[in-house]
């Protein structure tokens, strides 16, 4: 959820009037915002209001989208009319060689703009915003603002080699050649994570004006040439992308935003460009989609009963523009800054939200099911039981671990275990699946060595890798038991999988062979055990886990300083 | 042995200790007061034998009760005690002396303390001594006499003679025969729960006793109810699997089926696509999901669903204007430890549309989902999610509120409210407001939405059947229902199992249903 910051007294002068800190805290619980913050501004009486804004509301990423739409919800204003000027559109042309890297820009000009230290501010705001949510981080979509007035048309999107890029990059004092530049902002904190988006191209994406002045190194960094300042008049926006439509919502959301500014407000001047084909297209495009909407099917969808008239004023109030066709039907209009309305839900989202959450009826399905339990669990949960009845306590362990976790610290290799591998850990604590509960538990008794003896257990899942399974990978559920002690105990952890045994109606197999029973297998040896105390447990023929005194080898590598005889056994033959 | 744990103390001291007991409660029983100086006197016993046997019989409970009184008085020297026993010097020197002939005078002073019997006696006038003859005869000059001291050291034994100040008594302490003391006694009086049958308590009731009978007679010692007792050998389970456990029960009791989630490995399509997540969601980025690296990838999907799904997303369809992008199978193959368990709620929801005939389910579940987070003191990377959902016919947002306000009354939160909030595969979305009595404010307990039409056309289900879902951490409510701040103190291994074995039973206590 992204979090804007707007100055409580222009909030409030936008509004209209003041509101204590939990009544403009309500107010944003019933649209679904949420005040997440009141911070001091140093030197100031005024305080910064940290909001949290759904994610998909691009149209309130500032403080002029947000007053904009609280005030139309607060039915003081209505939504304005965005409209494209007369005049002649300027031009930009696209290059063939920016398909091979940045295929997409649009743009627009607002015209006649008078911009205040604040609004200048928040211009810049929400281009930083817009650039960290919808751009992706400039990966998707890159802004560019100009201060017009320096710049003559039209304009050329090009991409070309680094070394016949040069310019006066933004607040730099010195010419640099594109690859020297980047290398340059490589090493500044805010910009260095952009660089990688085309360093290794062999052409990087360029704007130039008619007279060869670089506007801007998209997605990097614009010219000082055309450097805004709060005393432009004439602004011009461009956008490349390699998503159109995520290319279209943000200069829309830009335009729209600050066109109000303008000195026929929301008044936009288009852009018509070139493409590399030929073809021409103006931009922006602000078409408002229209939408016939049913209102019997919105009571029927969020459980209320209203008539056509009361729903076109509450969407109206939601920043969408209803009008009553006849009872049943609503003509809808949603603007362009409404990008969240994929569907007729959304619509009727927004005449819930409208209408009030906490205002609906609240009713009881009539859905009559019988519960069941899924078996698997239910067998997990009586053994559970079962091992705490016999002196045993729970432990609760973490799925993701270290490689050397399952291995290296049981003398074994990586490579021989079936474990699915994390592409992406943050931290060696997450580099696999654990393919056994053993380590987690050792971690355990490694913070609670002080108290012996200890008898801990776990039934939980671990993952293994499966090549007959969907995804190539299962989890299988394990009870895995520990005695922890001044000697090992074997006898102790012996009797608990007899008990369990008993429980779970499996006899004891004296004849040590054959499909019937259980018996212990002590033909092999395993490293994680010491020699000679270690066995498979065999069920009905089936190798199902192992019983053993684990290795001083593996004592020491858990930091452990006790003998420990464990027991670790696949429970889901039992369902 | 233990059949007289309670009075294993042997020989004639407890004997005489036992008999002298019943004595004193008899004398209680029919006299107001006892003075244990004077009894002891006036039977001839030690002073300290009966203060001990006062001290034995209050030691058993409410049967008397004493009080200290000190008195000064006079007491005999050790070497009166001596004459009280042997008479006195003189007297002794006298009874010496042969009635008719005398005794030769170095004869006589053999006699122990000779010298202060023979000064005495001269000087009482009972001896004459006949120089004449040599050595000298000692001869008696009375007949008869009376041991005078020994009588009066009697007297002041028996407590007859009390008054240091009279005339014998001050010539006795000159002769260092009587000392000025301090006595400390005790007057005992009957109490409470007096009675002249009384023993030594046994401490335990023991099978021997039931069999002889013995039980019948014997005093019990009662139970000390002022200390702990001795724990049992115990085992117990985890604090979060308790939470767990009533979770589960509260869907069952609400007609919920269990879904199979032991699935940890999901590809990118059933976790993210199916749920019209788009590719290029935030939540979708390696900072935030666990991707693996083997086994990378799922190439086998419901072919005619995929298709269905792409096309919603990239170009949209089913009254959908979609996201309208270039949709990427390579995307969609991408295995991850699924994100949350609404993965496994879009498989039984598929498997639910390809029936042949629709039928209303309720389905719920427990299970780990993973992170690729920032940790931090309330954010592990492996978390439980509770996931509830109905899907029927035309279920509305009312219906929504409706059941949450039921299963939310099971945990004993009756105050709700619902915020508004964005969430790719449900429309309307609510976060979920839960007001806690305890911290005085509003806190988020969950989130819950209506699955969107994007989501569930592509799967089959016709335009009518909506299913409504909400989800909540396990943790979170755990942690605030045993005020626990750090996650780690919960969960993994860093866990005090001290903690974990002094957890209370745990009970979610449901709110009364409504009015």
């Given amino acids: 959820m992204p979090t804007i910051g707007v100055k409580r007294s222009l909030l409030f002068q936008q509004l209209g009037r003041t509101y204590t800190d939990e009544e403009f805290d309500q107010l944003c619980f019933d649209y679904g915002l949420e005040l997440d913050k009141v911070e001091p501004i140093p030197d100031s009486t005024d305080v910064e209001y940290k909001v949290e804004i759904p994610a998909n509301r691009y149209d309130i990423l500032c403080l002029e989208g947000l007053s904009r739409a609280l005030n139309i919800f607060l039915q003081k204003t209505e939504l304005p009319k965005f409209t494209l000027s007369n005049q002649k559109p300027i031009r930009m042309k696209i290059l063939a060689n920016t398909q091979r890297i940045r295929p997409f820009v649009v743009g627009a000009v607002l015209r006649n703009v008078t911009f205040t230290p604040d609004s200048y501010n928040s211009f810049i705001k929400l281009q930083d915003k817009l650039h960290q949510n919808l751009c992706r981080n400039r990966t998707l979509v890159a802004i560019g603002t100009h201060d017009l007035d320096t710049i003559q048309p039209p304009f050329i999107y090009d991409a070309r080699e680094p070394k016949q890029i040069k310019f006066r990059s933004l607040n730099q004092q010195t010419e640099m050649q594109a690859d020297e530049m980047l290398e340059f902002y490589a090493k500044d904190t805010h910009l260095r994570r952009y660089v990688s988006i085309i360093q290794d191209s062999d052409v990087y994406p360029v704007i130039y004006d008619s007279n060869n002045v670089v506007l801007s190194l998209p997605p990097i960094i614009n010219g000082d040439h055309s450097k805004m300042s709060v005393q432009t008049k004439n602004v011009f926006v461009e956008c490349t992308a390699v998503d159109l439509h995520k290319a279209n919502t943000v200069l829309n959301t830009m335009l729209t935003m600050f066109a109000q500014y303008c000195c026929k407000p929301f008044e936009i001047e288009p852009v018509e460009v070139e493409q590399a084909d030929g073809k021409v297209i103006v931009y922006p495009n602000l078409a408002e989609r229209s939408e016939s909407v049913s209102v019997k099917k919105i009571n029927q969808r969020i459980g209320i009963n209203i008539d056509a008239q009361t729903a076109a004023i509450l969407l109206n109030r939601m920043s969408l523009r209803a009008t009553v066709l006849d009872t049943d039907t609503l003509r809808v209009e949603i603007p362009v800054t409404r990008t969240d309305i994929l569907h007729f839900c959304d619509i009727a989202e927004d005449c819930a939200v409208a209408y009030g959450f906490n205002n609906i009826v609240k009713t009881v399905p009539k859905t009559s099911c019988i519960g069941n339990q899924f078996e698997l669990n239910r067998v997990s949960d009586l053994i559970r039981h079962s091992a705490a009845e016999a002196g045993f306590t729970e432990a609760l362990t973490f799925t993701l671990c270290s490689c050397s976790d399952v291995a290296e610290k049981f003398g074994k290799t990586i490579e021989n275990i079936p474990a699915v591998h994390i592409a992406n850990p943050k931290t060696q604590e997450f580099q696999i699946g654990r393919t056994t509960l053993l380590p987690g538990l050792l971690k355990t008794i490694f913070k609670n060595q002080d108290t012996q003896p200890i008898q801990l257990f776990e039934v939980s899942d671990i993952i293994l890798k499966d090549a007959t399974q969907e995804t190539g990978s299962r989890n299988e559920r394990h009870l895995c038991a520990l005695f922890y002690n001044r000697t090992p105990g074997f006898e102790i952890i012996h009797g608990l999988l007899d008990r369990i045994m008993t429980l779970v109606k499996i006899p004891y197999n004296e004849s040590q062979s054959g499909n019937e029973g259980y018996y212990l297998n002590n033909q092999y040896e395993d490293s994680a055990f010491f020699p000679g105390s270690y066995a498979q447990v065999i069920v009905k023929g089936q190798n199902v886990g192992v019983i053993g005194v684990l290795h001083p080898n593996v004592i020491e590598q858990f930091g452990l300083k006790a003998p420990c005889s464990a027991l670790e056994i696949n429970i889901e033959p039992f369902v | ?515």
């Fill in chain 2, 1 to 515: 042995m233990a059949t007289s744990k309670g009075s294993t103390v042997s020989g004639s001291t407890t004997e005489k200790s036992s008999s002298l007991q019943a004595e004193i409660l008899l004398y209680l029983s029919t006299n107001n007061e006892l003075n244990t100086w004077s009894y002891a006197k006036e039977r001839g016993l030690d002073h300290q034998l009966v203060v001990g046997t006062i001290r034995s019989i209050e030691s058993l409970g409410d049967v008397i009760k004493s009080e200290q009184h000190t008195s000064r008085s006079i007491g005999l020297t050790d070497e009166a005690k001596g004459l009280l026993r042997d008479g006195s010097y003189e007297y002794n020197i006298f009874q010496a002396i042969p009635a008719d002939k005398g005794i030769e005078q170095p004869q006589l002073m053999k006699l122990p303390n000779a010298n202060i019997g023979f000064a005495k006696a001269m000087s009482k006038g009972w001896l004459q001594v006949d120089k004449s003859s040599k050595p000298p005869m000692v001869k008696r000059k009375v007949d008869t006499v009376q041991d005078e001291v020994q009588h009066l050291l009697q007297r002041i034994h028996s407590l007859e003679l009390t008054d240091s100040s009279a005339e014998e008594v001050v010539e006795l302490k000159k002769r260092k025969l009587v000392e000025d003391v301090t006595i400390n006694y005790f007057t005992v009086t009957k109490s409470a729960g007096f009675s002249t049958n009384i023993s030594k308590p046994e401490a335990d009731l023991t099978s021997e006793m039931l069999q002889s009978g013995s039980w019948k007679t014997v005093n019990f010692k009662p139970k000390n109810f002022h200390a702990k007792g001795l724990l049992p050998s115990y085992g117990c389970l985890h604090p979060l699997l308790k939470v767990r456990t009533e979770y589960r029960q509260i869907f069952l009791e609400m007609g919920f089926t269990e879904m199979p989630t032991n699935n940890f490995v999901e590809n990118s399509f059933w976790n993210f696509d199916a749920l019209f997540t788009p590719q290029k969601h935030p939540a979708r980025d390696v900072q935030d999901t666990f991707f693996l690296s083997d086994p990378a990838v799922t190439t086998k999907f419901p072919e005619e669903y995929l298709q269905k799904v792409k096309e919603v997303h990239a170009t949209g369809a089913f009254g959908s204007i979609g996201y309208q992008y270039d949709w990427q199978l390579d995307e969609t193959q991408k295995n991850v430890l699924r994100t949350h368990t609404t993965a496994v709620s879009t498989r039984m929801l598929y498997q639910l549309a390809q029936e042949k005939t629709f039928r209303p389910a309720k389905y719920f579940s427990i299970d780990k989902v993973f992170r690729n987070e920032n940790l931090d003191s309330t954010h592990l990377a492996e978390f439980n999610q509770i996931e509830g959902l109905i899907a029927d016919y035309n279920l509305t947002l009312g219906d929504l509120i409706g059941v949450l306000y039921q299963f939310f009354r099971k945990l004993g939160m009756t105050k709700l409210r619902f915020k508004p909030a964005y969430n790719p595969y449900t429309e309307p979305s609510m976060e979920i407001f839960s007001y806690h009595e305890g911290l005085q404010r509003w806190i988020e307990v969950g989130n819950s939405g209506m699955f969107r039409p994007e989501m569930l056309l592509p799967m089959g289900f016709s335009e009518d059947v909506s299913v409504i879902a909400w989800g909540l951490s396990l943790e979170r409510p755990t942690m605030i229902l045993y005020g626990i701040n750090n996650i780690r103190d919960l969960v993994g291994p860093e866990v005090d199992l001290k903690m974990c074995r002094r957890n209370p039973i745990c009970r979610v206590i449901p709110a009364k249903s409504e009015e």
